[in-house]
């Protein structure tokens, strides 16, 4: 690989993204995500969930590992 490659491939990815060539997507409507327990799973369900399903149109799933009290 070298640098005219790297141009190259930058510019098809620059001229796609004028263009509006569809991108891949996910084919599903859930995400399932691991987070700390306590004050960090209530800070992710209070302000980054909401935020991201809004933005995204997915459901979030919280799965609290290493939960603390």
């Known amino acids: 690989m070298n640098r005219r ?4 491939a930058l ?9 509006n060539v569809p991108g ?3 084919a599903t409507d859930k ?7 306590g004050s960090w799973e209530q800070f992710w369900r209070d ?3 909401p935020g991201f399903s809004a933005a995204s149109g997915v459901n979030v799933q ?3 590992g290493l939960g603390r009290v």
């Open 47 to 49: 302000t980054l969930i």
């Open 11 to 19: 510019a098809a990815l620059g001229g796609a993204g004028i263009l």
């Open 24 to 26: 891949l997507r996910a």
């Open 31 to 37: 995400l399932v995500t691991t987070t700390y327990g």
């Open 5 to 8: 490659t790297v141009i190259r």
């Open 62 to 64: 919280v799965d609290t």
